[in-house]
């Protein structure tokens, strides 16, 4: 099965006009039609995908960041 499947909700113009939350409340992979005399509006939202790679290199971005920790003395202090 392909990752490409996306739902599809069709909105009027008057709905999207009377509460836009409809297109921000779209979740990852599905779509709204809105459509109109000439032909019509599709939004999608994509899926976002992040492989392990980034994901580390992401968290080793974060450390980077943070001032160091000496876990010894914060244990010690616990007791």
Same mark, same amino acid.
């Given at each position: 099965?392909? @990752?490409?499947?996306?739902?599809? &909700?069709?909105?009027?113009?008057?709905?999207?006009?009377? &509460?836009?939350?409809? =297109?921000?409340? =779209? !979740?990852?992979?599905?779509?709204?039609? =809105?459509?109109?005399?000439? #032909? #019509?509006?599709?939004? *999608?939202?994509? &899926?976002?995908? =992040? *492989?392990? @790679?980034?994901?580390? *290199?992401?968290? @080793?971005?974060?450390?980077?960041?943070?001032?160091?920790? @000496?876990? !010894?003395?914060?244990?010690?202090?616990?007791?």
């Amino acid at each position: 099965m392909s @990752d490409n499947i996306v739902s599809m &909700k069709t909105i009027t113009s008057r709905q999207l006009s009377r &509460k836009p939350s409809l =297109i921000s409340g =779209i !979740k990852p992979g599905e779509s709204v039609q =809105i459509p109109d005399r000439k #032909g #019509g509006l599709t939004l *999608t939202r994509g &899926k976002q995908s =992040i *492989t392990a @790679d980034e994901m580390f *290199t992401e968290l @080793d971005r974060l450390v980077s960041q943070c001032p160091p920790l @000496d876990t !010894k003395t914060f244990l010690e202090e616990g007791e």
